[in-house]
């Protein structure tokens, strides 16, 4: 970039001259003053200055046609990491919803253990005990896979979410399957 400070000080020297002398047209000296004004300013803007000036004008006006393009992508691509982030976010929360159901379920099923223990007295059906704790050990077993799974899971989206990849669904629907079954376990353990 050319330095134009010398030729930007005459321009304004000129403007100066000429609307002084606009002012009072009689005054001699003020048109001397335009005149020599002018001429300097004519000397040092010489063709050669106009045309490096345009071009140069020229040049800028790319750069800042190619930087609102770069811009424009640059917003494209932090829309679609917004995006990325928001699914990302809705996944995380579904699966802390799942975690907390987990939780729930262990709670009521150890509360419920504490019941029937302490309500064992001695006179009980054997056959009808056997059964509950045969039930209850698969779901404690099913629980217990379900909680590793919600842990594992936890702990990979997390590093995708990081990572910014969206490939978390594939345990977000294993998760719900295990939901599923343990529901349905469930379900079929209060029929009994």
């Not at 050669?48 to 930087?67: F, H, P, Y």
């Not at 379920?105 to 504490?114: F, P, S």
Request: with cysteine; charged share 35%; hydrophobic share 40%.
């Amino acid at each position: 970039m050319t330095d134009y400070t010398e030729l930007k000080r005459l321009a304004e020297a000129a403007i100066i001259a000429r609307n002084e002398y606009d002012a009072d047209e009689c005054n001699a000296d003020l048109a001397d003053e335009q005149t020599a004004a002018d001429d300097a300013f004519h000397d040092a803007a010489g063709p050669e200055e106009v045309l490096l000036l345009i071009a140069e004008n020229e040049s800028l006006r790319g750069s800042c046609k190619a930087m609102g393009a770069d811009m424009g992508k640059l917003t494209r691509e932090r829309n679609s990491f917004r995006s990325q982030a928001e699914k990302a976010r809705a996944e995380v929360a579904g699966l802390r919803t799942g975690y907390e159901a987990y939780e729930q379920v262990n709670a009521e099923l150890k509360a419920e253990n504490e019941r029937l223990r302490a309500g064992v007295k001695g006179d009980y059906d054997l056959d009808a005990w056997l059964d509950w704790t045969q039930e209850a050990e698969a779901l404690r077993k099913l629980v217990s896979d379900t909680a590793l799974e919600l842990r594992k899971a936890s702990s990979w989206i997390c590093r995708e979410v990081e990572a910014g990849t969206t490939s978390a669904t594939h345990w977000a629907i294993r998760l719900r399957e295990k939901a599923d079954q343990i529901g349905a376990a469930l379900g079929q353990g209060e029929q009994s």
